[in-house]
């Protein structure tokens, strides 16, 4: 079961907001998801490794051009252009320049 929020401005947010629901953020594993908004999803890195939130190690991927930056270990999937690519951002603060960040979180 999917569970789409909108309106978060930060990785915990969303992530507060998915486990308050009893679900985690969303783990995305091929080409066939799609989303109108740039959206939190559930991978993070460790110090180690990137890893989902349901504990699997990241297999797929979509990173943007120069990522992942490990300067940060949250990530938000951007839709543009009918392309959605992935990029890395501040999981406790505000990302500049976007309005509206979405999350979806599975059960």
Partial sequence: ????????????????????????????VNRNFNFEHPFWIGLSFDGRQWKWQD?????????????????????????KSNAMSWFTADCHTRVPNIQTIDYVCQQ
Avoid at 3 to 26: K, P, R, W, Y
Wanted: aromatic letters at 6%; glycine letters at 6%.
């Fill in 1 to 28: 079961m999917m569970i789409n929020g909108i309106n978060v401005t930060t990785h915990d947010e969303a992530q507060m907001e998915c486990s308050n629901s009893g679900a985690i953020l969303v783990t995305i």
């Fill in 55 to 79: 504990g699997t190690k990241l297999r797929y991927n979509r990173w943007r051009k120069h990522e992942p930056n490990y300067r940060h270990s949250c990530v938000l999937a951007d839709v």
